[in-house]
T-cell receptor
Framework: DSGVTQTPKHLITATGQRVTLRCSPRSGDLSVYWYQQSLDQGLQFLIQ???????AKGNILERFSAQQFPDLHSELNLSSLELGDSALYFC????????????FGQGTRLTVV | GENVEQHPSTLSVQEGDSAVIKCTYS??????FPWYKQELGKGPQLIID?????GEKKDQRIAVTLNKTAKHFSLHITETQPEDSAVYFCAASRRNSGYALNFGKGTSLLVTP
């Protein structure tokens, strides 16, 4: 167990809908990363937050957004969902905004139908 | 941006043999190179990492080598066991991107008894 908690584990929703994925980092970690894993794109970095502030941005669509709250948990919001958004979404955490070791949660499997 | 290539995509070895997975990267500013193991239904698990100021690192049956000049790094697993069967990902990252990970496409390793 990495200590990173993601909920829900599975999510099935219809096209056009909006969902929120939640991540609680390891105790003491200030930085949260979101990654998307799909068969065609592999593991792709979406966005990083450090102590409530956006730190780095990757291949995140405009329909997606994230935030990190004062208690350091993070939420990834996916809107206007398309079939192609079906994927595993992972959260990882690290101690600071420039720590190297990152620990991954178990992921949320999103299925858009 | 950073591009990480990983080979082979699948690897089958007999128990007790060695397995080698190779990765190349494109961004000379990358300075941190972790390897993750992902088992079915789980999140990626950090197994070993190496920084750009080190050429080799070993942890029991696992070793990683880095050639900065050639921009390639490799994972070596000796005395493989069936429980080593999983998908392995290499990644490259750098400090000024918050160490957000750029992953290779993964290698599916099968160790047969």
């Amino acid at each position: 167990d990495s200590g990173v908690t993601q909920t829900p584990k599975h999510l099935i929703t219809a096209t056009g809908q909006r969902v929120t994925l939640r991540c609680s980092p390891r105790s003491g970690d200030l930085s949260v990363y979101w990654y998307q894993q799909s068969l065609d794109q592999g593991l792709q970095f979406l966005i990083q937050y450090y102590n409530g502030e956006e730190r780095a941005k990757g291949n995140i669509l405009e329909r997606f957004s994230a935030q990190q709250f004062p208690d350091l948990h993070s939420e990834l919001n996916l809107s206007s969902l398309e079939l192609g958004d079906s994927a595993l979404y992972f959260c990882a955490s690290s101690k600071t905004g420039t720590s190297t070791e990152a620990f991954f949660g178990q992921g949320t499997r999103l299925t858009v139908v | 941006g950073e591009n990480v290539e990983q080979h082979p995509s699948t690897l089958s070895v007999q128990e007790g043999d060695s397995a080698v997975i190779k990765c190349t990267y494109s961004d000379s500013a990358s300075n941190y190179f972790p390897w993750y193991k992902q088992e079915l239904g789980k999140g990626p698990q950090l197994i070993i990492d190496i920084r750009s100021n080190v050429g080799e690192k070993k942890d029991q049956r696992i070793a990683v080598t880095l050639n900065k000049t050639a921009k390639h790094f490799s994972l070596h697993i000796t005395e493989t066991q069936p429980e080593d069967s999983a998908v392995y990902f290499c990644a490259a990252s750098r400090r000024n991107s918050g160490y957000a990970l750029n992953f290779g496409k993964g290698t599916s390793l099968l160790v047969t008894p």
